[in-house]
């Protein structure tokens, strides 16, 4: 499809516009905060205000005025246990003791097709079929 005559001068215009006009207001811009980013790079920080209330203790201290009172030191937080983590789905007694076995149960097809691994055999989509009408 053939384009107007004014297509090519329209672009032109707004590139003329905006080289002219949007350009420098852009670099102005960016030259505005980088002076703005140098002043504040080079104010020092403020330091942070020391509370009365914050005890810095040292933990060597702490041991030695433990054991000259003979007292025991023990840690802030018990050991944890490890973490358990329970299954969502059932998973098959075969499955936690290894065995050559090939033969699978439908427990182990019922796992793998919640697991979507196993996608129903044509038998059983028929047998399915027939039940349902």
């Given at each position: 499809?053939?384009?107007?005559?004014?297509?090519?001068?329209?672009?032109?215009?707004?590139?003329?516009?905006?080289?002219?006009?949007?350009?420098?207001?852009?670099?102005?811009?960016?030259?505005?905060?980088?002076?703005?980013?140098?002043?504040?790079?080079?104010?020092?920080?403020?330091?942070?205000?020391?509370?009365?209330?914050?005890?810095?203790?040292?933990?060597?201290?702490?041991n030695k005025s433990n054991a000259e009172e003979g007292r025991l030191?023990?840690?802030?937080?018990?050991?944890?246990?490890?973490?358990?983590?329970?299954?969502?789905?059932?998973?098959?007694?075969?499955?936690?003791?290894?065995?050559?076995?090939?033969?699978?149960?439908?427990?182990?097809?019922?796992?793998?097709?919640?697991?979507?691994?196993?996608?129903?055999?044509?038998?059983?989509?028929?047998?399915?079929?027939?039940?349902?009408?």
């Amino acid at each position: 499809m053939a384009k107007s005559a004014r297509a090519s001068t329209r672009k032109e215009a707004k590139r003329n516009i905006r080289a002219k006009v949007f350009d420098p207001v852009a670099l102005e811009r960016t030259e505005r905060l980088s002076q703005k980013l140098l002043e504040i790079a080079a104010q020092a920080k403020p330091q942070p205000p020391v509370s009365s209330n914050s005890m810095d203790v040292d933990q060597e201290n702490t041991n030695k005025s433990n054991a000259e009172e003979g007292r025991l030191s023990l840690p802030l937080c018990p050991p944890t246990s490890p973490l358990r983590i329970y299954s969502a789905l059932h998973v098959p007694p075969s499955f936690l003791e290894w065995s050559s076995d090939d033969s699978g149960s439908e427990e182990e097809e019922e796992f793998y097709m919640q697991l979507g691994l196993v996608v129903p055999s044509a038998e059983e989509d028929e047998e399915d079929y027939e039940m349902s009408c």
